[in-house]
C-alpha cells in the first residue's frame, strides 16, 4: 500500500451561509489516478476549488505529502506542486501558446534553465501544439485548448494534478485522445486527481473512485469494485448501462 | 495644417501616458480610474517641489517624482482598494472619485491654489521645414515614446509583463499559476504612478502647473481610452492621438474653449458606433 499523496480530513467549504462541501475526507495514493464522481450539484467544483486555493475551506485539513497546506491560497499551492487544470477558461485567450507555457512554468518552478525541457516533455504527450507557439490560444479549438491547458499543468512538474473534467465539451476524437493523455501523464510518475462525468473511460484508467454526493464522501473504494458494485453502478451508469443493453 | 497636425500629435502624446496607466489599471483591476487625473496633478506638484523648493534639476525632480507618486499609489491601494478588492467597479468607480478629490485638496493644502512654474530656461522656437518647434514639444515627443517603448518592453517581453496580461486576461488562471496577484497588482500602480507624473511635468513644462490641471485632462483621457479599447494600452496610445490630432483640427472651425466637447463627441459616438473601440474586441453575452 502506497503512502497517501494527498490526505483530506474533515473538509468544510461553501460560499454565503451554507457549507457546500460538508466535512468532506478522502485519500490520494501517490502515482495513481483516483476519480472523483458525483451527480450534479454534488459540490464537486467547489471541492476541487478549495483542493487547488482558489476558495479557502472554512475548516479541515488538507495535507500534501504530508504537508498541511489548508490555508494556503492558490499561488502558493501552486507552489508546492499542486497542479490545476479547470474545466473552462482555462488557458489566457488573448497570449500566445508560447506565452502560456512560459507562464505556466516561470513563476512554479525553481530551476529557471528547465524551461526547454519542461516544453519538450509537454511537445511529446501533445504533438499538435509543436511549432504553434506564436498562434494565440484564444484562436484555438476546443480540443486543443483542452491539450494547452493540460500541458501547461505540465510544465512545472506538478506532484499531484487536479483535472476538472476534462473530457468535458470534447468532441468523441479528442476525448479519447485526452484519457490516453492522462494515462501517459500519470505513466510518467505524475499523481493524478480528476472529477470526470465521462465515469466508464474515467475508471478505465483509474485506480481508485470517490463518490461525492450532498457535499459528502460517500465512498472511497477500488475502481474496479466500483464498476462491479450494483448500486452505485446503478445511481452513476445506470442511465448509460441501460441503454446499452436495451440496444444490444 | 502639418502645424496644427504636429501640435496634435504632441497633445496627444500627452493624453497617451496616463491613458496607457489608466488602461493598464482598468485591465488588471477591471475599475476605471478616475483618480488619475489628480495622481497628474500630484506628480508634477511633487516634481515642482524638488525641481523649485529644494533646487533640484528637473530631470532628476521628474524621476523623485515618479518614485513619490509609486509610494502613494501604493499607499492608497493598500488603504482604500485593496479592502474593495472584489467590488464591483461601480464601487470602485466611487472609491476613486473620492480618492480623486482628496488627492486634489492634499496638493492645494500643501503648495496652495496659486498657478506656478517650473524652474526651466525659456528658448526660442526652432524652425524646421515652415514648422515652430519649441523645446517642450521636442522633450515630449522623445520622452513620450521613450515611456511607452519601455512599458511595451516591460508587457511583451518580461515575465512580471506577462503576469501582468496573465491577471487581465484570467485572474483565477493566474492564481493557479503561482502568480502573486498582489505583486502584480503593485507592478501596476508603480508604472501607472511613472506614467501620470511623467505626464505630470510634461504638462506643467508646456503650460501651468495648477490644482485642476489634472482635471482638464480627464476626458481626454478617457475618451482616448474608450476610443482605443478600454483595457487595451495599444488603443489607447492610438486613441489619445486621434483625440489629440482631433482637438487640434477643431480649433480650424470651431472657438478654442470648445475643444474638450470635441471629447465628448468623440465618446458619444464611439459608445454608440462601435463601443468595444477601435482595437477593443466586443463582449458577447448570452
Known amino acids: 500500500m502506497t503512502q497517501p499523496l494527498l490526505k483530506v480530513e474533515e473538509l468544510c467549504a461553501g460560499y454565503g451561509g451554507g457549507d457546500i462541501v460538508k466535512s468532506a475526507g478522502f485519500t490520494v495514493s501517490e502515482n495513481g489516478i483516483s476519480t472523483i464522481v458525483g451527480p450534479n450539484g454534488a459540490g464537486k467544483s467547489t471541492l476541487i476549488k478549495a483542493l487547488v486555493g482558489l476558495l479557502i475551506p472554512r475548516s479541515g485539513s488538507i495535507q500534501l505529502a504530508g504537508k498541511d497546506v489548508v490555508r494556503m491560497n492558490a499561488p502558493a499551492k501552486a507552489r508546492v506542486g499542486l497542479g490545476y487544470v479547470p474545466q473552462e477558461h482555462n488557458v489566457f485567450r488573448n497570449l500566445s501558446i508560447g506565452e502560456n507555457m512560459m507562464l505556466a512554468y516561470e513563476f512554479i518552478a525553481r530551476d529557471r534553465a528547465g524551461f526547454a525541457a519542461a516544453r519538450d516533455r509537454v511537445f511529446d504527450i501533445f504533438p499538435d501544439l509543436v511549432g504553434r507557439e506564436s498562434d494565440l490560444a484564444g484562436n484555438l479549438s476546443g480540443g486543443q485548448r483542452q491539450m494547452l491547458a493540460f500541458g501547461c499543468a505540465l510544465m512545472p512538474d506538478p506532484t499531484l494534478l487536479l483535472l476538472d473534467e476534462p473530457s468535458a465539451g470534447l468532441s468523441p476524437k479528442y476525448v479519447e485522445g485526452m484519457f490516453a493523455a492522462v494515462k501517459a501523464v500519470n505513466d510518467a510518475g505524475v499523481t493524478i486527481l480528476m472529477i470526470e462525468q465521462n465515469v466508464r473511460e474515467a475508471m478505465a484508467i483509474s485506480e481508485t473512485a470517490i463518490v461525492l454526493a450532498a457535499g459528502e464522501i460517500r465512498a472511497q473504494m477500488p475502481a474496479r469494485e466500483f464498476m462491479n458494485h450494483p448500486d452505485i453502478h446503478a445511481l452513476y451508469m445506470g442511465a448509460a448501462s441501460t441503454r446499452q443493453q436495451g440496444g444490444a | ?286
Open chain 2, 1 to 286: 495644417m502639418l502645424q496644427i497636425l504636429l501640435n496634435g500629435i504632441v497633445s496627444g502624446l500627452l493624453v497617451a501616458l496616463p491613458a496607457v496607466a489608466l488602461s493598464l489599471t482598468y485591465g488588471v483591476l477591471k475599475f476605471p480610474n478616475f483618480a488619475i487625473g489628480s495622481m497628474i496633478t500630484f506628480g508634477a506638484y511633487i516634481a515642482l517641489f524638488f525641481n523649485v523648493d529644494i533646487g533640484v534639476p528637473l530631470f532628476a525632480a521628474a524621476g523623485l517624482a515618479a518614485v513619490g507618486l509609486a509610494a502613494v499609489a501604493l499607499l492608497i491601494d493598500r488603504l482604500v482598494y485593496r479592502p474593495l478588492r472584489g467590488a464591483d467597479h461601480v464601487t470602485l468607480l466611487v472609491a476613486s472619485i473620492g480618492v480623486y478629490f482628496v488627492l486634489e485638496n492634499v496638493v492645494r493644502f500643501l503648495f496652495g491654489s496659486d498657478i506656478r512654474g517650473y524652474d526651466v530656461t525659456v528658448a526660442r522656437p526652432h524652425r524646421w521645414m515652415g514648422l515652430r518647434v519649441n523645446n517642450e514639444q521636442i522633450l515630449i515627443f522623445v520622452v513620450a515614446l521613450l515611456a511607452m517603448v519601455i512599458v511595451w518592453f516591460i508587457l511583451m517581453r518580461t515575465p512580471f509583463g506577462r503576469a501582468m496580461r496573465a491577471v487581465s486576461d484570467n485572474p483565477d488562471l493566474a492564481d493557479v499559476r503561482g502568480i502573486s496577484r498582489n505583486k502584480v497588482i503593485a507592478l501596476v500602480w508603480v508604472i501607472s504612478a511613472a506614467l501620470s507624473s511623467t505626464a505630470g511635468v510634461l504638462i506643467g513644462m508646456d503650460g501651468i502647473i495648477d490644482p485642476l490641471m489634472g482635471w482638464n485632462y480627464v476626458l481626454p483621457l478617457f475618451a482616448a481610452v474608450i476610443l482605443g479599447g478600454i483595457g487595451n494600452p495599444l488603443g489607447a496610445v492610438l486613441g489619445a492621438l486621434i483625440i489629440g490630432i482631433v482637438e487640434e483640427m477643431s480649433t480650424l472651425v470651431l472657438p478654442t474653449t470648445y475643444r474638450q466637447a470635441v471629447s465628448f463627441v468623440i465618446i458619444a459616438l464611439v459608445l454608440l458606433l462601435r463601443p468595444h473601440g477601435l482595437l477593443g474586441k466586443p463582449r458577447i453575452s448570452r
